[in-house]
Nanobody, 114 residues
């Protein structure tokens, strides 16, 4: 059974930073394409970033230069470092194992507000 548990969200002021973590189950983590998505109120789920098994990364234009995706294979953990946060970054953030396209965890809430 696949399991993805996101954590690290919270309330932060505009311009602040947060680091999200995703604990992933299974040895397949080491070989899988992983990513982050987010969903804001009233909007569809939005692609943020991916990282391949070899460490190659891709980012959505909305977060490029501000967010950094990384992975720690030894810990089976995916990370998203978020800097220069904006109110429009407010959303529930989800990690993704692309070997399980229909699976979503609970996500972690990020709120950017004064």
């Amino acid at each position: 059974q696949v399991q993805l548990v996101e954590s690290g969200g919270g309330l932060v002021q505009p311009g602040g930073s947060l680091r999200l973590s995703c604990a992933a189950s299974g040895s397949i983590f080491s070989f899988a394409l992983m990513g982050w998505y987010r969903q804001a109120p009233g909007k569809e789920r939005e692609f943020i970033a991916t990282i391949s098994s070899t460490g190659s990364t891709n980012y959505a234009d909305s977060v490029k230069g501000r967010f950094t995706i990384s992975r720690d294979g030894a810990k089976n953990t995916l990370y998203l470092q978020m800097n220069s946060l904006k109110p429009e970054d407010t959303a529930v953030y989800y990690c993704k194992n692309f070997n399980y396209p229909d699976y979503w965890g609970q996500g972690t809430q990020v709120t950017v507000s004064s």
